[in-house]
DNA sequence: ATTTTCAAAATGTGATCACAAAAATCAATA
DNA sequence: TATTGATTTTTGTGATCACATTTTGAAAAT
């Protein structure tokens, strides 16, 4: 059995999950739904990994923790589900995947198999000010890296390669790319817990160098180089190593 | 301003699309939750093109017609936009995402590369009884086909590529593809509207003959152009043609 | 004939309640 | 001590209601 977060437990502190929640309540703009607040707050956590796999979430916890009701955290948890970020159970419990060393080999290979797709798709629609503000991104990304911090050059990594594939205006691969880094999410969470400092690799100037001579290939190669080499770097042994020590 | 599904209106059967839901209405296992019932029998009429681009649909409407109530519609509705089969607006209004010629070149790029990867990582797991299950599923839809039975012909031909990729027991890719199925639905249901008959290319065999070989590349090569001269086959002209005819 | 104005109807949203199923707690038993 | 069984609590689910916003439809004005 996994640990659960309810309204006792929660309000009793002994969980660490509330904490994401209050922690991050995430500036809420005007006129946004209630739904719309509970799936970006629950989405975000999942996303950066907060959320223990094999932890079943409560509706009523939830809707007491962002002080709502079950209604709109019902619409959440069910979005985030189609999603790919969590999974029902028979009885009816809601919870994050377990993760598994072959389902994270596919969801590397997925990531690529995608995130070439979105690539390819953009190089002909790109502008030069486009490339640009990657490189900007980039920069902004090294600096977090110096400074070890992981959540912002996370965020910023994110931020290049959503730039990047959004700069096709008919792109529709978006709400896909976005569903392998939910479901990536707790990996990261687990790695995080277990490794010192997160590595990264940055194969970001090789896709602006392909970018601007307009290399389809080279840029397909370059996103493919950056993510095989960066989570999906883990080799084998490692992530069942640390899979066990997470007690999945 | 497009047509609504709303209460009086299907009521008074102005409509077609209630119909569709009144039509089929799907058998109900026994223990299935009503949201879930209501996602499936949306999702079904979307999948084949019953409910029209730009029609926008109304929660009371399809509670009504359903007879069931708004919360668990409007959990079915969040959970199919997540899954891209609609969009909400602004003004929080429901509708199926209008069509461009654009978004059709787009889909049938996404699900091209999708199912050619789907169908790689099938490859090591496919098992000789699983390739003669598709050779059955094959020859039923070349029978639905030469009936001119384009529903059940559409049907088989879903369930031939889904069970292809289901062999590789940790396949997430599902999702995805069967959610670029649903965004192609609308265009289905206007083909469907403005052509005869339609036009069914079969591939199958190639593809089994290249999965008995274990040929990685020929399989792909054959999902590619079994969707690619399939459906993806109209000309952009022609394309452009029947979403002008439409109305979109 | 077209546009503007305004009251009525319809709609999305979220809180609350009742019910059934599941889980947790605790006492009794082996 | 470990297990079973019954009671209590928690939880998911869906119907209903109230509120604010949007849309509609008709009357009035241009």
Not at 60 to 88: D, N, Y
Not at 128 to 138: F, M, N, S, T
Not at 224 to 232: H, K
Request: net charge neutral; hydrophobic share 45%.
């Amino acid at each position: 059995m996994g640990t659960r977060i309810g309204i006792g437990r929660v309000l009793a502190g002994q969980e660490g999950t509330l904490a994401v929640l209050k922690l991050e309540p995430l500036d809420r703009p005007e006129g946004m739904t209630t739904h719309e607040y509970a799936h970006r707050r629950l989405r975000q956590a999942i996303m950066v990994g907060s959320i223990r796999p094999g932890e079943s979430l409560t509706i009523r916890g939830i809707a007491e923790a962002m002080e709502s009701s079950p209604t709109p955290v019902r619409e959440a948890l069910r979005r985030l589900s189609s999603e790919g970020a969590l999974k029902v159970l028979d009885n009816r419990r809601i919870m994050v995947p377990k993760m598994t060393a072959e389902r994270f080999g596919e969801l590397i290979a997925l990531r690529s198999t995608l995130e070439q797709h979105a690539a390819r798709r953009a190089v002909g629609h790109i502008t030069e000010k486009q490339i640009d503000r990657l490189v900007a991104i980039d920069k902004a990304q090294d600096e977090a890296i110096a400074q070890k911090d992981n959540a912002t050059a996370l965020l910023l990594n994110q931020e290049f390669h959503r730039t990047l594939y959004t700069a096709n205006p008919d792109q529709i691969i978006m709400p896909m790319v976005e569903s392998v880094w939910l479901q990536l999410g707790p990996f990261l969470g687990i790695a995080m817990a277990h490794v010192a400092q997160l590595y990264f690799v940055d194969r970001h100037q090789e896709a602006i160098a392909a970018l601007r001579k307009r290399d389809e290939d080279a840029v397909a190669s370059a996103i493919n180089a950056d993510i095989c080499e960066g989570i999906g770097g883990f080799e084998r042994a490692a992530i069942e190593n640390l899979l066990r020590l997470a007690g999945q």
